[in-house]
């Protein structure tokens, strides 16, 4: 094998070697005497950024392995957002992991090594150039993410979720190989310009190639928790352990990101018109669905859940936009941009989102039910202000970074000319806006019902100060990281 063919993959090598050392200390060090284990995945985490931003400055476009793995500044982008994610629920579960027994036992380390293997994954997905390769990443994520919501296994509810993602995780994987197979069938290759070449060619079968886009769009659509493959979002999000729960729901949404654009827009853009109007349907079904059954909700992580499938839906509709563009690349460099800025700015909010839930817990109370909010800024008002940056984020209030994402959205939409499809956005959002507001409603007019003081670490404290105030600094000032999404974009489609 040619050394040079590893220089692109080096960051995903180490990170591969740094797990199995952390393995090896779980054995001999108790993470509930001495957090060995949570110092050296941070430490691990901060030189994967160091090596992935290096290669981000150098902006270029380098393949490995036959092609099949490649490092572009999309890519990169997207992995730095995936170590601070990565780190922050770290930094944010920590405490609540440690009182749940989740960081002792035989491997005090088996959380952490978990959390990096989910992340390992991710960057597989992320920098993936054949469908085996970003089916691999998958995998490799999706084992990961069920065996740590299992990981308390004396909890029913933790194990419950476990098995219902489980097999519903193996019917969508089934989905994906099945369509990923059919495409195989029909071009004769796995690698995604190759298979983008033949489709554009017009010699491949077009039935077989539709039927492949369909099932590989229902893998998709679960793995994002899209509607109406969405049943398994609510479930795992409240049984598993809310730590759990925050690396399900942060992370993973940017990879997802990563695969859809590489699959659906650099593999089978020939094949827009076939996709494109399932997005369209699972776009307004996930807004409808998510925002009208979370008003129900008394569980704010089922809340979250439901949230969650509602803001997917209003990121494809970026995604979905850069077809109708057609041979106007400008358009379609700013459609991917705002679906990519979506995505992270949804991330760095759902962060901090969980991280209140996590402050709010302690040994033996779980606070996941909206009661558990009220009176909250008479107990902390730092951080029941913090909470309320954060949703009115989500909901898409100005100025936080949340509107600024929505509206590059909402204009990439209208540049399509499909008006009614902002409308509808539009109008969903402003019905999830009320349960938002109802949380900030419980926690500034009623009174408390629990008047024990918050008592957290102080690197948690610091980091989730900083989410807050991040979120508000990036909806005064989005123009770089904007620009940036639209410069890895840009490079991504033109590779």
């Known amino acids: 094998m040619n050394e040079l063919n590893l220089i692109p993959a080096t960051t995903e090598i180490f990170l591969a070697l740094a797990i199995m050392a952390i393995l090896v200390v779980g054995l001999y060090v108790k993470e509930a005497a001495k957090p060995m284990s949570h110092l050296l995945s941070l430490v691990a985490l901060a030189i994967c950024a160091l090596l992935t931003l290096s290669d981000l400055n150098a902006g270029l476009t380098t393949y490995a392995f036959n092609n099949m793995f490649v490092s572009d500044p999309m890519a990169n982008l997207l992995k730095l957002f995936a170590y601070l994610a990565t780190a922050m629920t770290l930094i944010y579960s920590r405490q609540y992991s440690a009182q749940r027994g989740m960081l002792s036992g035989t491997l005090s380390g088996e959380f952490y ?62 989905f994906m190989l099945y369509g990923i197979s059919m495409l195989y069938g029909a071009t004769g290759s796995l690698d995604l310009s190759q298979v983008a070449t033949m489709t554009a060619a017009g010699t491949a079968n077009k039935t077989v190639l539709v ?90 992580k089922r809340m979250l859940a439901y949230s969650t499938i509602s803001q997917m839906g209003f990121m494809l509709l970026g995604l979905l936009s850069g077809v109708f563009a057609g041979s106007n690349a400008d358009a379609a460099t700013n459609a991917y941009s705002s679906a990519m800025f979506y995505s992270i700015t949804y991330v760095l909010t759902t962060l901090g989102s969980f991280g209140v839930i996590l402050l709010l817990s302690r040994s033996g109370f779980e606070a996941d039910n909206l009661d558990d909010f009220k009176g909250l800024s008479q107990r902390s008002p730092w951080f029941a202000a913090v909470m309320m940056v954060l949703l009115l984020s989500l909901a898409g209030v100005p100025p936080m970074v949340g509107f600024y994402a929505k509206l590059s959205v909402l204009q990439a939409v209208f540049a399509t000319g499909q008006i009614w499809l902002a409308l509808v956005a539009v109008l969903f959002s402003l019905i999830g806006a009320y349960y938002y507001l109802r949380i900030i409603k419980l ?52 590779s």
């Not at 654009?261 to 996930?286: C, F, K, P």
């Not at 003081?453 to 991040?470: C, E, F, H, K, Y």
Request: hydrophobic residues 60%; neutral net charge.
């Open 443 to 494: 926690m500034y007019f009623d009174a408390p019902v629990d008047h024990s003081p918050i008592v957290v670490g102080r690197d948690m404290q610091i980091t989730l100060s900083a989410n807050g105030i991040a979120i508000v600094l990036l909806g005064v000032l989005p123009g770089p990281l904007m620009a940036a999404c639209a410069r890895a974009i840009a490079q991504a489609l033109a």
């Open 211 to 300: 039927f492949g886009v369909v099932f590989l769009v229902a893998g998709l659509a679960f793995k994002l928790g899209t509607a109406p493959f969405h049943m398994w979002v609510p479930d795992v999000y409240q049984g598993a352990p809310t730590s759990v729960t925050l690396l399900l729901g942060a992370a993973p949404k940017l990879a997802a990101f990563a695969i859809c654009l590489r699959l659906l827009v650099e593999g089978l853009g020939t094949l827009a018109a076939d996709w494109q109007q399932m997005l369209i349907v699972m776009a307004v079904v996930s807004m409808a669905i998510g925002n009208i059954t979370a008003i129900a909700q008394t569980n704010i």
């Open 113 to 174: 090594v978990l959390a990096l293997m989910t992340l390992l994954g991710q960057m597989i997905m992320i920098s993936g150039n054949n469908f085996l390769i970003i089916y691999l990443g998958l995998e490799l994520m999706s084992l990961s993410l069920y065996a740590l919501v299992a990981m308390r296994r004396d909890h029913v509810a933790s194990t419950e979720a476990s098995m219902k993602y489980f097999v519903l995780g193996a019917l969508a994987s089934g």
